[in-house]
Nanobody, 124 residues
Framework: QVQLVESGGGLVQAGGSLRLSCAAS????????MGWFRQTPGKEREFVAA????????YYADSVKGRFTISGDNAKNTVYLQMNSLKPEDTAVYYC?????????????????WGQGTQVTVSS
């Protein structure tokens, strides 16, 4: 099992920044990638960004490219999401996830472990 704990959510004005953190523990040796997803009421959880640990690869949703940056420290089993130029439509619960997949990293089904989520609210 892998346990994930997110932190860093909160309330920010449009144009502002937030940094989310996610710490993984447990059987982390089996984790090949970590990602961030977000969900708003009545909508499906959507992919935001992912980082693949081997042959470092970074993946972003089109809606956040150029504004969000994913980074991490594999040795510390920690991943970050730096969110800049935030918009009201970025308001959501953000989830950290861990994947054992060696191929795909942008789909919900690619991830077997999830955190509890952290609320991000962007006011206009």
């Amino acid at each position: 099992q892998v346990q994930l704990v997110e932190s860093g959510g909160g309330l920010v004005q449009a144009g502002g920044s937030l940094r989310l953190s996610c710490a993984a523990s447990g059987r982390t040796f089996s984790v090949y990638a970590m990602g961030w997803f977000r969900q708003t009421p009545g909508k499906e959880r959507e992919f935001v960004a992912a980082i693949r640990w081997s042959r470092i690869g970074l993946y972003y949703a089109d809606s956040v490219k150029g504004r969000f940056t994913i980074s991490g420290d594999n040795a510390k089993n920690t991943v970050y999401l730096q969110m800049n130029s935030l918009k009201p439509e970025d308001t959501a619960v953000y989830y950290c996830a861990a994947s054992r997949s060696t191929t795909y990293y942008t789909r919900n089904v690619d991830y077997g472990y999830w955190g509890q989520g952290t609320q991000v609210t962007v006011s206009s």
